[in-house]
């Protein structure tokens, strides 16, 4: 029903001063893209899709369950992805509590609380880790400090419904296609709040700014203190 909608696409393309925030790197017809996924293995994913508020008879597809809590209610988000696929590790802007409910293939789900970020390498003014770790096989010669963080690991089957409590990090590895819808909850600690409030007023302005300004030096400068500010947390450990 939603094949001629055109839909965005992200790869594993390091971020690049060129694009806004969270900018798609492809475009495609959905129909073309679940061609795709049947097919052959493919890096492009489908994030924060709103295929539902575009086609109407879909949104009869589902109904939000009552869980006794109250979830946002604005059309919720769907994200698809192929064998080899993966969505980088991140949080969200918005810090929510996310209810994510796996249909069809297999997905292996690595998550850190907010108390893990002085060991995962954090971007400052972004919600991500160094782009080169690669989470599903870590180099711990090169990362050392992931030795300490401390998270969970899990695989979502058809069916399955996974809860992310507000904040927690999440990486996410396609093992076969498949598709995910997430259902939210705001962020209810007032510290989480403020912070989903200063993300997205503060930090995306900050960022996009400084891509414009400064371009790749903004970015690099950020990359090296992930480096530099993880380290410094790990030397002051050791040398009391
Ligand atoms: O399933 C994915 O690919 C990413 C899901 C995600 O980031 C989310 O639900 O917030
Ligand atoms: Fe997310």
Do not use: C
């Amino acid at each position: 029903m939603a094949g001629d909608k055109v839909v965005p696409l992200y790869g594993n393309r390091s971020v690049d001063f060129k694009d806004g925030f969270n900018e798609p790197h492809a475009k495609i017809k959905m129909r073309d893209y679940v061609d795709l996924l049947q097919r052959e293995p493919t890096k492009f994913r489908i994030f924060l899709s709103n295929v539902l508020k575009e086609v109407s008879v879909l949104q009869k597809d589902f109904m939000y369950p009552d869980f006794g809590i109250r979830l946002m209610k604005g059309l919720p988000m769907l994200f698809f992805g192929g064998t080899d696929s993966y969505t980088f590790m991140h949080y969200d802007i918005d810090l929510a509590n996310i209810f994510h409910f796996h249909f069809e293939g297999e997905k292996k789900i690595i998550l850190f609380n907010q108390q893990q970020n002085k060991y995962l390498y954090k971007v400052p003014h972004a919600l991500i880790t160094r782009e080169d770790i690669d989470f599903s096989n870590p180099d711990f010669e090169k990362w050392p400090a992931l030795k300490n963080a401390k998270g969970y690991t899990t695989n979502l089957e058809h069916g399955n419904m996974l809860y992310m409590p507000e904040g927690y990090w999440h990486h996410m590895q396609y093992i076969t296609p498949g598709f995910s819808m997430s259902l939210r909850v705001i962020a209810r600690k007032p510290k989480n709040l403020g912070k989903a409030i200063y993300n997205i007023f503060v930090m995306r302005t900050i960022d996009n700014s400084m891509r414009r300004i400064k371009g790749q030096k903004w970015i690099d400068w950020k990359n090296e203190k992930a480096i530099s500010r993880t380290n410094k947390f790990l030397i002051s450990r050791y040398v009391k």
